[in-house]
């Protein structure tokens, strides 16, 4: 057996093999804990750590991966994975996965990639559609929406075109880390992301954006930017929109959305109405991996004037430059962006919205949205459960304040909610993660997964009652 260029027979054994364990896997996930608890020890003893001389025949590889990868992994999949803002991927996507690898084809330009890139451009384009923005926007896939929101403050910059160091950039304080992070590595400096206070639902306030810019404005600073979040990852909040649409008008400042979160709910009929204004912004950040259900990586941006992008990032060098083609194929995809080599992320998108449609992606987003406000409802008619922030989105904000702890401090109700959160991830039957609001510690849920039922929900809270009953009300 040549494992470096296997026979027909031998490719296609391996296949079914590999198919067969994503059916056993994905038939089986409910009756997977959604996490096991574990050590780097114990991981470490199931791989042999021998540099591999010799090869390895590619059963005795999938084994390795099927007893130690995947029982030592969070089965992101599993209904009950309510941790962070983590999609289940989705099975048509996983197989366009291996098609993509199989072509390997690298994104840099037309020519290098003639219908990969094409297929980008038109699937970017379908949905530049879905956000209902000005036809002749353009975008990228990118890896993620830490990657978008880079490229969008890059292209905010650009347009500003001032050195003098006096930049600066607001956003509210319940925006990503990635907006900050941006900002030091375009040299505008964390300093200078000035953070607006929020209202009673976690949205930016208007005023104190308004007061801030003329603050800076008064001390000689140059305001250039306003990020606004379509679906903040603490609560899912929504900031007023077409508000910030008319503040950076007034202000001339390039808005940029980071809808890496939400943005994609516009397609569910009861959220569409809170994303007005959005297809008014400079630039969006978005992730297909988190609410198109795709399996990672593949983050967007979309941009209302491609001819600034291609500004800021294009670079000119001899080994580079395009001749002997016409318009549409001399597209230079690094020119709209900071990556030359790009994997091809658009065939899972293309896949999966030709393949499965927006019903029925409307459909399932509506549902992941019907079960978080079920659970809403549920904390607030219980006497031992209470909601921290308002369901926006799918994001749910909430503690557990058995009648022992009813009245203890607010200190001592944080302390027994991490030491819940904690027990409930090692149980296994539910995964949580956790926020920080208006000081206060909150187990923190996200709905991102189309195979989750209102049941599941009933699940959590019966969950989390059971693995209450096991820990101490006090360290």
């Known amino acids: 057996m040549d494992m470096l ?11 079914n093999s590999v198919i067969q364990f994503m059916t056993d896997y994905l038939g089986d996930l409910r009756a997977r804990p959604v996490y096991r608890h574990t050590s780097s020890h114990e991981i470490r003893s199931g791989l042999d750590a021998t540099l591999p001389i010799e090869g390895t025949d590619f ?16 089965q992101n999949a599993h209904p009950r994975m309510f941790g962070y803002v983590q999609s289940p991927g989705i099975p048509i996507a996983a197989l366009a996965d291996l098609l993509a690898s199989t072509l390997n084809a690298n994104l840099t330009i037309w020519r290098s990639a003639p219908a990969p890139v094409e297929l980008e451009r038109l699937t970017i384009d379908w949905i530049r559609q879905i956000l209902g923005v000005n036809a002749g926007a353009g975008g990228l896939f990118v ?34 880390f990635s907006v900050a992070k941006a900002a030091a590595l375009l040299g505008i400096g964390r300093d200078n992301v000035c953070y607006i206070a929020v209202d009673e639902r976690f949205r930016i306030r208007t005023d104190d954006l308004i007061a801030k810019i003329s603050a800076d404005i008064e001390a000689g600073r140059i305001p250039f930017c306003v990020v606004a979040n379509a679906g903040t990852v603490n609560t899912g909040a929504i900031d007023p929109l077409t508000a910030i649409r008319e503040v950076a008008d007034r202000f001339q400042l390039w808005m940029h959305v980071d809808g890496s979160y939400g943005a994609f709910a516009v397609l569910a009929r009861s959220a569409r109405k809170l994303f007005a204004g959005m297809e008014q912004a400079d630039s969006i950040a978005l992730d297909p991996h988190k609410w198109l259900y795709l399996p990672v990586d593949v983050g967007c941006v979309i941009y209302r004037d491609p001819e600034i992008a291609r500004a800021a990032f294009a670079h000119e060098a001899e080994y580079t430059r395009m001749f002997g083609e016409e318009e549409d194929e001399a597209f230079v995809c690094w020119d709209y962006g900071p990556e030359l ?10 896949m999966l919205l030709k393949g499965v449609g927006l019903d029925c992606l409307s459909a399932a987003i509506e549902n992941n949205l019907a079960c978080a406000r079920y659970l809403e409802s549920m904390v607030r008619a219980s006497d031992d459960f209470e909601m921290v922030a308002p369901v926006e989105l799918s994001i749910f904000c909430f503690r557990h304040v058995p009648a022992q702890l009813k009245n203890k401090s607010p200190e001592a109700i944080d302390a027994f909610n991490e030491r819940l959160l904690v027990a409930l991830q090692r149980d296994g039957s539910s995964y949580l993660s956790n926020a920080a609001l208006a000081g206060r510690f909150a187990l923190r849920g996200c709905v991102l997964n189309y195979r989750t039922t209102l049941g599941d929900m009933e699940i959590l809270l019966e969950d989390l ?3 209450a009953r096991s820990i101490p009300i006090s360290a």
């Open 5 to 15: 260029d296997p026979s027909a027979d031998e490719i296609r054994d391996w296949g």
């Open 59 to 74: 059963d005795s590889l999938l084994k390795v991966f099927c007893d130690t990868i995947v029982p030592f992994s969070r």
């Open 143 to 176: 890896s993620g929406g830490s990657m978008a929101n880079l490229i969008g403050i890059a292209m905010a910059r650009q347009k500003r075109n001032d050195s003098s160091g006096r930049l600066r950039m607001y956003a509210s304080t319940e925006t990503h």
């Open 341 to 350: 080599s790009r994997r091809f992320r658009a065939l899972k998108v293309w």
């Open 465 to 467: 009652r059971r693995v």
